[in-house]
């Protein structure tokens, strides 16, 4: 509703998609910086912070793409359901190709 507020009053649709994206990529940065902080506390690994970190930004962003495009395509009810059923016949299912043929 705000964009299309703000899109009928003049507002420049491209400045608004480079604002929305660059606010998110903070967000997924400070987030992910947190949250590899903690692990790194937690668990305590012999290599450095920074070898975990890479790894978790790039799931991170992956992460984020799939919810933006889950969010678009499904109703905020059904959301949950649809994304736990992915996660499901992604990971379950052709997790291990070798092993469908006993299914």
Not at 46 to 71: C, D, E, M, N, R
Request: hydrophobic fraction near 50%; include cysteine.
């Amino acid at each position: 509703p705000v964009f299309w507020r703000e899109s009928s009053s003049g507002m420049n649709v491209f400045a608004y998609f480079q604002s929305r994206l660059l606010v998110n990529s903070l967000d997924v940065i400070i987030q992910t910086c947190l949250f590899t902080a903690v692990y790194y506390l937690i668990r305590q690994p012999g290599v450095t912070f920074w070898k975990f970190l890479l790894p978790f930004g790039f799931t991170a962003y992956a992460a984020s793409g799939w919810g933006y495009l889950i969010s678009t395509l499904v109703p905020p009810r059904h959301g949950p359901f649809i994304v736990s059923l992915i996660v499901f016949v992604i990971c379950g299912l052709l997790g291990n190709p070798s092993s469908l043929s006993n299914f």
